[in-house]
């Protein structure tokens, strides 16, 4: 099956900018998420990226897609501590199924 | 906004015992999945379900089974409960077009003794 990976653990300082990535097997992938799941709670979604771009930005969110590495990464800006939490990158592949392709989460700690 | 509820967020049972975990979405989504989640292992996908009554195996279904007897409602069973079953779930519904976003529940952290 498809294979999403994501290294474990991140720590940055209060203000900094975080970068979160992960790789994927799927070449036929057609949209890649990014979940937030704060202690205790479900994934929310964060945002999302179509194949065919190479970067998108909300707010304090920058994801790049580099199609040809397998490579998303996720900036957060100007990281707070609400930022901490883990995060999960998600693949949807290219056949007609809507499954998801998870990886394991990273989880991101922001220290004061 | 999407509201995917699952009935307990704790859950303590016993070894042998049939464990029913509910979930219940608001947005008429077609598409319904059960997911358990482990430390240093992600989201690993159990059952998902298209329509009514219909349902699919995802990568890990053994000792677990499911039920959409109506469309709003998913519902994830263990047959007879075993404790490397002890692990959070996640409930989560979509759209019937493929590449939309799926929305997730809270989650129920099922502890079995």
């Known amino acids: 099956g498809e294979d999403v990976e994501q290294s474990l653990f991140l720590s940055v300082r209060e203000g900094d900018s975080s970068v979160i990535n992960c790789t994927y097997t799927d070449s036929s992938s057609t949209y890649l998420y990014w979940y937030k799941q704060e202690p205790g709670a479900g994934l929310q979604l964060l945002t999302y990226?179509?194949?065919?771009?190479d970067m998108k930005q909300d707010q304090r969110l920058t994801v790049l897609l580099n199609k040809k590495d397998k490579h998303l990464s996720l900036r957060i800006a100007d990281t707070q501590t609400g930022d901490s939490a883990i995060y999960f990158c998600?693949?949807?592949?290219?056949?007609?199924?809507?499954?998801?392709?998870f990886g394991t989460g990273t989880r991101l700690t922001v220290i004061p | 906004d999407v509201k995917v509820t699952q009935s307990s967020r704790y859950l303590v049972k016993r070894t042998g015992e049939k464990v029913f975990l509910e979930c219940v979405q608001d947005m008429d989504h077609e598409n319904m999945f059960w997911y358990r989640q482990d430390p240093g292992l992600g989201l690993r996908l159990i059952y998902f379900?298209?329509?009514?009554?219909?349902?699919e195996k995802g990568d890990i279904p053994e000792g677990y089974s499911v039920s959409r007897e109506k469309k709003e409602r998913f519902s994830l069973i263990l047959e007879s409960a075993s404790t490397n079953q002890t692990s959070m779930y996640l409930c989560?519904?979509?759209?019937?077009?493929?590449?939309?976003?799926?929305?997730f529940g809270d989650g129920t952290r099922l502890s079995i003794l």
């Open positions: 990226i179509f194949s065919n771009m």
């Open positions: 998600a693949e949807s592949p290219g056949t007609g199924a809507n499954n998801l392709f």
């Open positions: 989560a519904s979509s759209p019937p077009l493929s590449n939309q976003p799926q929305h």
């Open positions: 379900s298209y329509d009514v009554k219909m349902k």
